[in-house]
């Protein structure tokens, strides 16, 4: 049976962001429960079942890929204690605790938005990257392009949040240049809000998914090599005399 939402999950969400606090949430715990946590769960595993065959790396138990509904607020201004989105990240095996490229669903009362790539790498990823991206940015903005060109994806590039000048050890020149500047790759699509409570939302997700497919696994496939890279260095580093 095809997994969505109901009214009562987006009435939810619609009152938790005018009321942020733990003693409305808490009253509705049971709501959350079945029309939020219960059916999330259930897509996730209904995609999970189709990324088998384009994305078997990416696959993990369901309740590892749907993400907390709790905010981090250690660190930040904002001490609402929820988000008021439902999210879900399927991060590549191997690097669940890292920022490697994978696929992102956000659904709420405002839309449902899928995006494939890398968002905000830890260091070294990030220099693998840019590194990658100054050899190979002519076939990346190639793949990028066919992506967003896809007929009823609605796919566009995600927010680089790139860098105002090259960063140290890059030519102002590189040709890569907004990609080498980037701190984000890859692509999103903004569904209406709509889709989330028809039959049809795994359906969409997953096309979409698919279609981005070869970006994250480009992506991926520069971090590990670097990764390799680094740790062959380090092992050579390693053996070298001390005096």
């Known amino acids: 049976m095809a997994t969505h939402f109901t009214p009562e999950a987006m009435k939810f969400l619609r009152g938790l962001a005018r009321n942020n606090d733990r003693v409305w949430f808490e009253a509705r715990r049971a709501v959350y429960e079945r029309s939020l946590k219960a059916p999330m769960l259930a897509l996730v595993e209904e995609i999970n079942l ?20 709790y905010r981090d ?23 669940e605790k890292t920022s490697g490229g994978g696929y992102y669903l956000q659904v709420s009362p405002q839309g449902v938005m899928v995006a494939a790539g890398v968002y905000m790498p830890e260091r070294e990823q990030l220099l693998t990257i840019r590194r990658w991206m100054s050899e190979n940015h002519a076939g990346y903005r190639v793949m990028v392009k066919k ?16 860098l105002t000048r090259m960063p140290k050890g890059f030519a102002a020149d590189d040709p890569a ?50 990764s390799e890279g680094m740790e062959k260095n380090r092992s050579t580093l390693g053996r070298k005399p001390l005096f």
């Open 177 to 226: 240049d907004e990609l080498v500047r980037a701190k984000n790759w890859g692509v999103h699509a903004e569904l209406p809000a709509e889709i989330a409570l028809e039959p049809a939302l795994a359906r969409e997700i997953v096309r979409r998914f698919k279609l981005a497919a070869p970006v994250v696994d480009a992506l991926n496939g520069a971090i590990l090599k670097g």
């Open 73 to 95: 607020i250690r660190f930040s201004k904002n001490k609402q204690p929820y988000k008021t989105h439902l999210s879900a990240w399927w991060a590549r095996r191997g690097m």
């Open 50 to 69: 189709a990324m088998e065959s384009f994305a078997p790396e990416h696959v993990r138990p369901p309740h590892k890929i749907m993400m907390r509904i």
């Open 147 to 162: 992506v967003m060109k896809a007929k009823g994806a609605g796919f566009e590039g995600i927010d680089a949040q790139g």
